[in-house]
């Protein structure tokens, strides 16, 4: 589905994106781990039409999709998250949802230029009984959504979302991606500065979507989350690939212990890493 | 031959003084990401300190310098203090918007005291010219040439050797890092914007030396040629500052030397846009990068708007069309008709600046579009007016967005330079244009407001009709921001990277924003133009531009009533004090200064 050869990213002297190759199949989850650094975010600016390769080729669905336009991918059928966390600030949470599903509205759909544009005005001024239906639809179906994430989003739906908490932003994005409903979910460290237990509802989540069939590729650090949700990890350092394959090999996999443990200098870190992977295993 | 090296030499020395003000701004950018738009009036106020030491305390000319530079500096700080300190975790639009008010602030001080017509500043220099191969060189010329150069080293040895020049250029890297370290940052600020005005304030002497002419509102070009420099060199450079300042130098001089002097600030903006469109970050910018991702959105001040109910808005809708029934005051129904056709300008700007996030200057670009687009419709092709204020809301929309295009690529800070740059664009093409426009003569007896053939006179139909737009426009917009359109602008402005990744084009929903804000800003242009039956390329200024943006501001950004009720706020108060004309334009930058410091949502909150 998302086939990636040869990837390659520069900025200046460092090499971020390294001949990265990487192949999801429909309905699969495949993790992206690695230290700090390693290049993953700037994978995904690349996957997502963000920033532009230097080498290589992204295809989507048997269509190349290198220097297409985020807005472009985004009608493909890609979605995505932010690490730190991108809400629109003072829209509502469902507002927020509701421009997730901005690429299917009928009235965006002209694209001739001028001429699109003023019909989309004319639609959005005048509001006939169809463009009323979707709309509604639309808000029922954002609500449904929210619903994934139980009690956490559903009773501060007309609040702004710079009133949010942290973690509930971090909720916001999923459900404006979901709302896309995107062929393929790209989530970028889903549960950076959460505690245990929103982790661990937040596992559930990804989980469900899961099951629902839905395509994921997944960076995340918590090794615990990606050995039980990946059907397949690459593992990237100093951005090359340096591992590949079913959770359990790379987990056993001395270069990236090695990646995880070996040439990084802070002691604290180091030991911290350490229990982790001894925890999973 | 002789006029190439004439021009060169007149281009380099212009192109100093242009360097001596884009270093100050590429400085102050460079350790607080601010577009000092103050700095111009420093310039204005260094070149006033100037001629109160040569005519009245007849100082020598060193003293005469010290004096400017010791003055200006002071002024810097105080700035840095009013303008820049208190609003250091507000929204990111708030410092500059200050500059702004504190530019205006001083502009009209300095007319207060010594009037705004124009003095003499006499040069302290012998009057000798130098022949210098085909050319000549005055002693003026070396002097300005010789306090640029003398004033670069000075820097470049602060900077490179001193600690406080150490603690600058840390923070102009990375502001939080160099706080950690211990860098006191309102100290380096403190220091910046001394360094920065003083020179900023030399330039102004210098250049009044040269022309031997200052006038208060000098301070306003300077300031835009400052900006064009120091962004074409790259925002914050130093190094690019200087090489912008004199490329531009040359540039408007063989520009003047091809087309004539009118043609001098028209080749100025044309090269600010160019650069913008073919290199944002400048000629001496590095590779692409992606912006940083903001934890929430940063353009807007956050808050939840007035809920008002609908009758009262109705109610209020109301009372102002039997208003001409009730009252016969014909002073009272002309203000709030002058309010009615601002309230309609504040509306066109409230949708690009709050809800979309553009925040334009050159609005008043806009109005004469609009103004000379019905006026010459219906002088020269004969159209009736009523037709010809729609025509012209139409024009200004498709020439308009056509004009601003070119800016939709940037952000932030950079749209609103670009802005004023096209605003200004459109002023000096209506200068020049004079086949079409008149140019400087204007345009006159132009028919007055008429309704199906009906010709308007009397002030309550003028009320009337004014008011029928206002109210019809602030519905569409109402209607607007109510369908989804409403949601896509405002995440555009919250976020538009984000926005970008969930499908929504940025050319797209900025020019439906702009098309929606120049039909309006047109129609209240062309009433207007019917209105005074006079217009010229000078009645639609920029500081209509900025007192649009106060009321906005005033009102609360994107907030349809609070757009209107800045607009009769800031129209009909200064009425009350009638006896104090003269003062208005300074209320007005108190007001957007108080403004900004502690009320920065607006009376009816954003939206």
């Keep these: ?281 | 031959m002789t006029s190439f090296i004439d021009y060169s030499i007149n281009g380099l020395i212009i192109g100093n003084i242009y360097a001596m003000l884009a270093v100050g701004l590429a400085l102050i950018f460079g350790v607080s990401n601010l577009i000092n738009f103050a700095h111009g009036s420093v310039y204005m106020v260094g070149a006033y300190i100037g001629w109160i030491c040569i005519s009245y305390l007849h100082t020598p000319l060193l003293v005469t310098i010290l004096g400017v530079v010791v003055g200006c500096a002071l002024l810097g700080m105080l700035i840095e203090r009013v303008g820049l300190r208190p609003l250091a975790s507000t929204a990111r639009i708030a410092p500059l918007l200050a500059t702004i008010g504190i530019s205006f602030v001083l502009d009209q001080v300095v007319q207060l005291i010594f009037g705004a017509d124009p003095r003499a500043l006499p040069s302290q220099l012998p009057n000798w010219r130098l022949q210098w191969g085909s050319g000549t060189i005055g002693a003026l010329d070396l002097l300005i040439a010789g306090i640029g150069l003398t004033a670069a080293v000075l820097l470049f040895c602060f900077l490179r050797f001193t600690k406080l020049g150490w603690a600058v250029r840390a923070t102009a890297l990375d502001r939080e890092a160099a706080m950690q370290m211990g860098v006191n940052v309102h100290a380096v600020n403190q220091t910046v914007f001394a360094i920065a005005s003083a020179l900023g304030g030399l330039s102004g002497l210098l250049v009044g030396m040269y022309y031997n002419n200052i006038y208060p509102a000098m301070g306003f070009q300077a300031t835009l040629k400052g900006f064009i420099a120091e962004l074409i060199g790259g925002a914050g450079s130093v190094l690019g500052a200087v090489l912008g300042s004199l490329l531009l130098g040359l540039i408007e001089s063989y520009g003047i030397a091809l087309l004539g002097t009118s043609y001098r600030n028209l080749f100025a903006f044309l090269l600010l846009i160019v650069v913008l469109v073919w290199r944002p970050n400048g000629l001496l910018s590095r590779t692409r990068q992606l912006p940083p991702e903001p934890l929430t959105g940063t353009f807007i001040a956050p808050s939840r708007p007035v809920q008002v109910p609908r009758w009262a808005v109705l109610a209020l809708a109301g009372v102002a069309l039997l208003l001409p029934l009730v009252v016969q005051n014909t002073y009272l129904l002309q203000t709030l008709t002058n309010a009615w056709l601002y309230a309609i300008l504040a509306l066109s700007l409230t949708l690009v600046a709050g809800t979309a996030g553009q925040m334009s200057l050159g609005h008043a670009g806009l109005l004469a579009i609009g103004a000379y687009a019905s006026a010459l419709l219906a002088i020269d092709l004969g159209v009736s007016v009523g037709t010809a204020i729609l025509l012209a809301g139409v024009i200004t929309a498709g020439l308009g967005t056509l004009l601003i295009f070119p800016a939709f690529r940037l952000r932030g800070h950079y749209v609103t330079i670009a802005t004023l740059g096209i605003g200004e664009i459109v002023g000096l093409v209506i200068l020049n244009w004079e086949w079409l426009t008149h140019g400087p003569i204007g345009i006159s007896n132009i028919p007055p407001l008429s309704l199906f053939g009906v010709e308007l006179y009397d002030t309550a139909s003028i009320y009337w009709l004014s008011l029928g737009a206002l109210l019809g426009l602030a519905l569409v917009q109402w209607r607007l921001l109510g369908s989804h359109l409403g949601r896509t602008l405002r995440a555009l402005r919250d976020d538009d990277v984000a926005a970008r990744t969930y499908g929504i084009s940025l050319n797209r929903y900025k020019g439906l924003a702009f098309a929606v804000s120049g039909f309006a800003a047109g129609i209240s242009g062309a009433i207007t133009a019917h209105m005074y039956s006079y217009i010229n390329h000078e009645t639609f200024n920029i500081q209509i531009a900025v007192l649009a943006v106060t009321m906005i501001i005033l009102g609360g950004m994107g907030n349809i009533l609070g757009a209107i009720v800045g607009a009769v706020a800031l129209i009909s108060l200064p009425e009350l004090f009638r006896g104090a004309a003269e003062y208005r334009m300074l209320i007005y930058g108190i007001v957007l200064l108080l403004l900004i410091r502690f009320r920065p949502q607006g009376l009816m909150g954003t939206v």
């Design chain 1, 1 to 281: 589905m998302l086939a990636i050869e040869n990837l390659t990213r520069r900025f200046g002297g460092i090499t971020a994106v390294n001949a990265i190759n990487l192949n999801v199949a429909p309905g699969e989850t495949v993790s992206v781990i690695g230290p700090n650094g390693a290049g993953k975010t700037t994978l995904f600016n690349l996957i997502t039409g963000l920033d532009t390769p230097d080498e290589g080729t992204i295809s989507f669905e048997g269509q190349v999709i290198n220097g297409k336009s985020p807005e472009q991918l985004a009608t493909l059928g890609l979605a995505r998250t932010f690490q730190h966390g991108r809400v629109f600030a003072n829209l509502s949470v469902l507002d927020n949802v509701l421009v997730g599903a901005h690429t299917r509205l009928r009235a965006v759909r002209p694209a001739f230029p001028v001429l699109g544009p003023l019909a989309e005005l004319a639609l959005a001024l005048i509001r006939p009984a169809s463009v009323r239906a979707e709309e509604q639809a639309l808000r029922e179906e954002a609500l449904s959504i929210l619903e994934i994430f139980g009690e956490r989003l559903l009773p501060r739906k007309d609040q702004p979302a710079f009133s949010l908490s942290y973690a509930n932003r971090r909720r916001v994005e999923i459900a404006r991606a979901l709302a896309s409903r995107p062929r393929i979910l790209l989530l970028d460290e889903p549960t950076a500065g959460m505690n245990p237990t929103e982790t661990a509802e937040m596992l559930e989540v990804i989980r469900t979507l899961k099951q629902r069939g839905l395509t994921i590729l997944l960076i995340e650090h918590k090794l615990e989350l990606v050995m039980q949700l990946s059907d397949r990890v690459l593992v990237m350092d100093n951005g090359r690939a340096i591992a590949e394959g079913l959770p359990n090999e790379v987990r056993n996999d001395p270069k990236v212990i090695e990646a995880y443990l070996g040439h990084q200098t802070v002691g604290h870190a180091n030991r911290e890493a350490q229990e982790e992977l001894e925890l999973v295993a």
